[in-house]
């Protein structure tokens, strides 16, 4: 549905004369890492975008990370840009973040984007929570006046995602835990919703979750039994009302709010030129 709406907007720039242009920055060959960006490429093109791959070795300095990003910067084909995260040891992956323009941020992770949210102005939000937000309304999970416990605080997924919930009109009441939470599995026994992001394997299992809750599971785990989430989904599938699968589920609906934010700069540059 997101995918949809964002291509039929894209065609509504093409008949403008505007093309859409999203960039990945890849540091390295990490295979998982490789894998999504050919993922993010594959969507933006079926979504009628233009589809920039920049591809560094592992060997790159901060600098020439930091150069290849200022070039994607000054590009007037490039409307949104992803630097893909983590990056190789000794690179420092805040600060290529920071380098971003603000108006190509495609992931709401620069600083600027996330103090938007904070401030709830207008402007991309974190790709992540901001596809688990699509997904709760798309299948009418209540959250007003209800408790939404969210392990992990990262700035990828845990705090923008508890800022998320507790705006107005969406009015969780947010509990924002993490690994060193004293009884973490009561706390969590008492969301009507619980969003994992903590990033180790089957973290969360049957002791944690409310019967009838909703289970957002955020994580991407690499097993020898293949991709896991944070939660153990066959201890809690029959217990949760409702609950993601990993694959699928929140990566999906990550890649789509990356096309909604690229779109969206692009929109909001031609209302700038006039167009």
Do not use: W
């Amino acid at each position: 549905m997101v995918r949809g709406e964002v291509k039929e907007r894209v065609a509504a720039l093409a008949a403008k004369g505007r093309t859409v242009g999203l960039a990945t920055v890849l540091v390295g060959e990490d295979a998982a890492s490789q894998v999504y960006v050919r993922g993010k490429h594959r969507a933006a093109t079926e979504a009628g975008m233009l589809s920039f791959d920049k591809n560094l070795p592992v060997s790159s300095t901060q600098q020439e990370v930091e150069d290849t990003i200022r070039q994607l910067n000054e590009d007037p084909a490039v409307d949104g840009m992803i630097v893909q995260l983590p990056l190789p040891d000794g690179l420092d992956g805040n600060q290529a973040v920071e380098t971003i323009a603000p108006a190509k941020d495609a992931d709401g992770l620069h600083p600027d984007s996330l103090g938007r949210l904070v401030l709830d102005r207008p402007g991309p939000r974190p790709a992540t929570p901001a596809g688990i937000m699509r997904i709760l309304q798309h299948y009418d999970i209540e959250t007003s006046g209800k408790l939404a416990v969210v392990i992990g605080r990262s700035f990828l997924v845990g705090r923008p995602m508890s800022l998320l919930l507790s705006v107005k009109g969406v009015d969780a009441t947010v509990v924002q835990t993490h690994s060193r939470t004293p009884d973490l599995p009561a706390v969590c026994r008492e969301a009507d919703i619980l969003i994992v992001a903590i990033g180790r394997a089957h973290f969360v299992g049957a002791e944690h979750v409310k019967p009838g809750a909703t289970v957002i599971d955020v994580g991407i785990n690499r097993t020898d039994a293949g991709l896991v989430g944070d939660v153990d989904y066959d201890a809690v599938v029959d217990i949760a009302g409702a609950i993601t699968p990993v694959p699928g589920g929140v990566g999906p609906m990550t890649i789509a709010s990356l096309l909604d934010n690229t779109v969206g700069a692009a929109e909001r540059t031609a209302a700038a030129a006039g167009d």
